[in-house]
């Protein structure tokens, strides 16, 4: 080293004027480079601070939506069979019942933080947790029936509150009826939010997150004495910068400082006029590399000649290297494998995975990555699954599958029937825009996948029959429709049900109505639709049944069911329905609506008749 200094100094001082300001100027250039360096890997840090910003919002927003979910399908589902009851004038004891066993039934069932099912229903205020107000309650004056007003039958969600006493956040989902004037409602603890607040600000050091409704009310935080303040209306907080920028701006990233520190901002809008929002000191993650910059100073003015070149390169791929890591890191964490596929090479690594057979067979060698990969895949998937499976890995069309977007994801059931989510995500193209590497991931979904198979079924099924309610049950005929599926469409309903609920009660009148549906399941086929209309009207479609010869057999094999049907209490009295049918021809084109009048149009012919009795349209009638 000495040696080199000396023969540096020796050589300067016999060098030419120009060689001794290329010389002089030699330092100068390094420390540019060196600052240079310094801000580029500044951009570094604060891209990872804003991409792990973005992935803690995702996550916070994406399991607060949900969270949410269940308390409007809940509401929802509450709101459409009391509005049932209400068209069949039903008691108030009668809803009240319904109402407590509802309550039951969400917190026992769905969520302990759900408080109740209540609301104003005829008149007067019926609550199902069984509450009673004071005397000067009001409920038409209660914000909740209100907001419900307000949005004339769709679902308000009203302005989250702080409770005094458990020092809570609350917030109140409530419905108005079609009745114009009851009001369905249910309060919800955001407790359970802010838990989910605390659980992801904890996975990423120095970051506090919190869910902030558009008023500026906070709703959740890391920092549970934020919870209730209103950053809008402050002055001179952390809180009240963030909220300056997050409601004057579009970007959903942003930078303050306040207190001399700086701070990363990112956040999430939540589907309640809320933002899920992530804050990051940079503070302690710039600190490391404002120490390597001046270490970096003095090296390069002593070294310059050496081996400046050589630092910056190795110091770039270690940053490089560690960045990778953790972003590999990360996404082990989540998934439950994970390997790199190098689609030009035709090979494939394990970067991660909690099975133990996934890793054995990854071990083995094979000149063959495809048939590989599709070994290890096949050994892993149920048979339900395997085809859909074996076209989603299929890497000869992962180029064109890929080709616009830089994920494509896949639901599926692995060898033990446990529900998975694969997807492939883009980790490297040449720069020809050619696909080089790709991550296959898979993540257990199990939870998540049959908790939203189960909510969907509630949304879709008429609660009392068991059969599809009239939304579902008229999409999927809408879609049969616009298919070209022709088929058979009945309506029909119980004669003289009326008298039946006069004389036997609502509970006798209900058991006929179950077992009008089950003679309906009993005698159609499973790519029929069968649906309720609401009270004692019911419909079906029947795709391939073309004429009336066909139509007439089915609905003499549900006649004789319906005959059958043997209900005690009514002491030997006979059910009978009437129906009216329609056909709808491959040449047809006119929509659902005109589909239905026509078979209503019939069902009046058939109240004629006494008895089970069904007219055809364009038969029966003089159209």
Known sequence: MKKGLFDIADEMRQSSARHILAAAAAPLFFVAITVIYFFIMSAYVKDGIINSGELSCVRSANRVDNYLMNGKVSVNNTAYTIDNMLQTDRPASEILAYMTVQTDCLINTVDQNFTGIYGYIKGEYLDGAGWTPDADYVPTERPWYKAAVEMKGELALVEPYLDAQTHTVMMTLARLLSDGKSVVALDISLDTVQKMTEEIASLTPDTFSMIIADSGIVVAHSQKDEIGRNYLTEKGTIGSAIAEHLFSGSENHFEIAYAGQQYIVYNVPVDNNWQSVSVTGAGNALAPLKILFAVTIIVVAVTVAIAGSVFMNIIRKSVAEEKLNLQLSTIADIYNTVHDLDIINDTFSE?????????????????????RFYEITDRLTNEM???????????????????????????????RNMWFRARFIVSARTAAGKLSHVIFTTELIDKEKRSRDKLLYLSETDRMTGVSNRGSGENKIRELMNNGESGMFMLLDVD????????????????????IAYSMKRTFRSVDVVMRLGGDEFAAYMPGVTDAEMGRKMTARLFDCIDKINIPELNGRRIAVSAGAAFYLKDDRYPFEELYKH????????KKHEGNHVAFYGIDNAD
């Open 351 to 371: 970067i991660s995975s909690k099975d133990m057979i996934v890793s054995e067979f990854a071990s083995k060698s094979s000149d063959n990555m495809c048939e």
């Open 385 to 415: 699954s395997k085809s859909a499976v074996r076209e989603f890995i299929d890497l000869d069309t992962i180029e064109t599958r890929l080709a616009e977007t830089n994920t494509i994801t896949l639901e599926f059931l692995n060898h």
């Open 496 to 515: 003289k049900f009326k008298s039946i609920n006069d004389n036997y009660g609502h509970a006798v009148g209900d058991k006929v109505l179950m077992s």
């Open 599 to 606: 078979a209503d149009s019939c069902t009046y012919i058939s």
